[in-house]
């Protein structure tokens, strides 16, 4: 290999090895807060004794809220992968936790809304959010002010991360 680009790519590296450490610890971070809210919401059920529901599929339903949609739509506002989204939804149909009913438009489409039991579980989450809300300043040392420049940040890493795919950069 040329002497010259590997002295380059050893100074780029050199460079970006901040960037390079603080990047990977966001990944880090996303991936942990992510299976870390899923604690969180298990727990609560556990401690309200419910075992009908797990985490994905109340988080599920506290996302479908008021509304009524297809899978398609759940999967295109971004909350859920394909297959994650039809196994938890046939399994709460199943459980009596949504309504299903076909499109009289297209067959083909099914639209989805919660039943009352299926809403009693979105407003248990719900509930656990706005204690959280409550407290997250004064326990959690996290204001207005911090949320916003996070989730800022976090629309941009969203957005740039869907550049990567879209422009395939």
């Not at 083909?108 to 509930?127: F, P």
């Amino acid at each position: 290999m040329n002497q010259h680009l590997v002295q380059s790519s050893l100074a780029d590296v050199s460079a970006n090895g901040d960037l390079k450490s603080l990047y990977l610890e966001t990944l880090q971070l996303v991936e942990r807060l992510h299976r870390r809210l899923l604690d969180v919401v298990k727990d609560e059920f556990e401690r309200q004794g419910r075992t009908d529901i797990n985490a994905v599929q109340a988080l599920l339903l506290f996302n479908i809220g008021d509304a009524t949609l297809t899978a398609g739509e759940l999967r295109s506002r971004g909350f859920y992968l394909g297959s994650n989204v039809s196994y938890n939804l046939k399994k709460l149909v199943d459980l009596g936790f949504i309504n299903h009913q076909k499109s009289r438009v297209d067959r083909r489409a099914v639209r989805i809304s919660l039943t009352e039991s299926g809403q009693e579980i979105a407003n248990v989450v719900a509930e656990l959010y706005e204690r959280h809300i409550g407290s997250i300043d004064k326990v959690g040392g996290l204001d207005e002010q911090e949320f916003s420049k996070m989730n800022k940040s976090l629309q941009r890493l969203d957005r740039f991360w869907n550049d990567q795919i879209v422009y395939r950069l």
